[in-house]
T-cell receptor
Framework: AQSVTQPDIHITVSEGASLELRCNYS??????LFWYVQSPGQGLQLLLK??????LVQGIKGFEAEFKRSQSSFNLRKPSVHWSDAAEYFC??????????FGSGTRLQVQP | DAGVTQSPTHLIKTRGQQVTLRCSPK?????VSWYQQALGQGPQFIFQ???????QRGNFPDRFSGHQFPNYSSELNVNALLLGDSALYLC?????????????FGPGTRLTVT
């Protein structure tokens, strides 16, 4: 069965500092990997996705993620965090038309 | 280009009652999936509809049922509501024959069961 682990429940960073959110997955085949962001009371917005090819993918809002097959990881990074990045971040795995399996999320707090 | 829309935004029901939530997919999409997001957790897949048929189903009881209409919109019905059904219900749309199978999410319906 597929699963996603986000080890960090809550992360606090200072504005302007770099950010890395961890995601580990378990999937029997080549996965499709996603990062979504959710602001309070809102739906999910897709930040970036990996299907194949270049293992470093760029997304919206200056985010990037690197797929490492050997480590079953898909960590999200941003070089300089803005106060508006404070939100809940979800990593998800799927394949083709199959339903997405989400991690439990990481809440990001940004200090001024 | 209209995104995914859901109605109502909020809903309060009593245990034992029934509820219907509605979703209109993003323009051009033909597949609708429903997810339940309990407080402090990630979304969990309920089921997926394409061509008015349920194509996949997650680990949810038969109290949860759905429907898709010819215009691709969808309904989620929950019978005999339990307190544990209180959650944010998210609808996601996608294109069945698409290359990327990206799912676009609506803003959700917040259901509170008292």
């Amino acid at each position: 069965a597929q699963s996603v682990t986000q080890p960090d429940i809550h992360i606090t960073v200072s504005e302007g500092a770099s950010l890395e959110l961890r995601c580990n997955y378990s999937y029997g085949a080549t996965p499709y990997l996603f990062w979504y962001v959710q602001s309070p009371g809102q739906g999910l917005q897709l930040l970036l996705k990996y299907f194949s090819g270049d293992t470093l993918v760029q997304g919206i809002k200056g985010f990037e993620a690197e797929f490492k097959r050997s480590q079953s990881s898909f960590n999200l990074r941003k070089p300089s965090v803005h106060w508006s990045d404070a939100a809940e971040y979800f990593c998800a795995v799927g394949a083709g038309r199959r339903a997405l399996t989400f991690g439990s999320g990481t809440r990001l707090q940004v200090q001024p | 280009d209209a995104g995914v829309t859901q109605s109502p935004t909020h809903l309060i029901k009593t245990r034992g009652q029934q509820v219907t939530l509605r979703c209109s997919p993003k323009s051009g999409h033909d597949t609708v999936s429903w997810y339940q997001q309990a407080l402090g957790q990630g979304p969990q897949f309920i089921f997926q509809y394409y061509e008015e048929e349920e194509r996949q189903r997650g680990n949810f009881p038969d109290r949860f049922s759905g429907h898709q209409f010819p215009n691709y919109s969808s309904e989620l019905n929950v019978n005999a509501l339990l307190l544990g059904d209180s959650a944010l219900y998210l609808c996601a749309s996608s294109l069945w024959g698409g290359v990327s199978y990206e799912q676009y999410f609506g803003p959700g319906t917040r259901l509170t069961v008292t």
